[in-house]
Nanobody, 120 residues
Framework: QVQLVESGGGLVQPGGSLRLSCAAS????????MKWYRQTPGKQRELVAS???????NYADSVKGRFTISRDNAKNTVYLQMNSLKSEDTAVYYC??????????????WGQGTQVTVSS
């Protein structure tokens, strides 16, 4: 059974930094595109950043210049480095990945979510 496990969330002051991690485990043939989403109460889930298996990245306009997405293919892990955090960044952050299992059948998987709170 393939799982995505997130870590790294917490409480920080405005201007601070956090690094989120999301590791895929199980019997995996390949991890394709990996993404970070975030969601706040009353709002639709928002795509924050994505990274392809080849390392091509995209970011939401609201986080460009402040957040960096990266991946370690040997560890099947994606990271989100968040700098210069603002109160508007407060949300539950979810990782997502398209993964080929042992039979090379591609499915979408979601992490459990990790809370990021930016407050003084």
């Amino acid at each position: 059974q393939v799982q995505l496990v997130e870590s790294g969330g917490g409480l920080v002051q405005p201007g601070g930094s956090l690094r989120l991690s999301c590791a895929a485990s199980g019997t995996i043939s390949r991890v394709n595109t990996m993404k970070w989403y975030r969601q706040t109460p009353g709002k639709q889930r928002e795509l924050v950043a994505s990274i392809t298996s080849g390392g091509s990245t995209n970011y939401a306009d609201s986080v460009k210049g402040r957040f960096t997405i990266s991946r370690d293919n040997a560890k099947n892990t994606v990271y989100l480095q968040m700098n210069s955090l603002k109160s508007e960044d407060t949300a539950v952050y979810y990782c997502n990945a398209f993964i080929l299992d042992s039979r090379r059948y591609e499915r979408s998987y979601w992490g459990q979510g990790t809370q990021v709170t930016v407050s003084s």
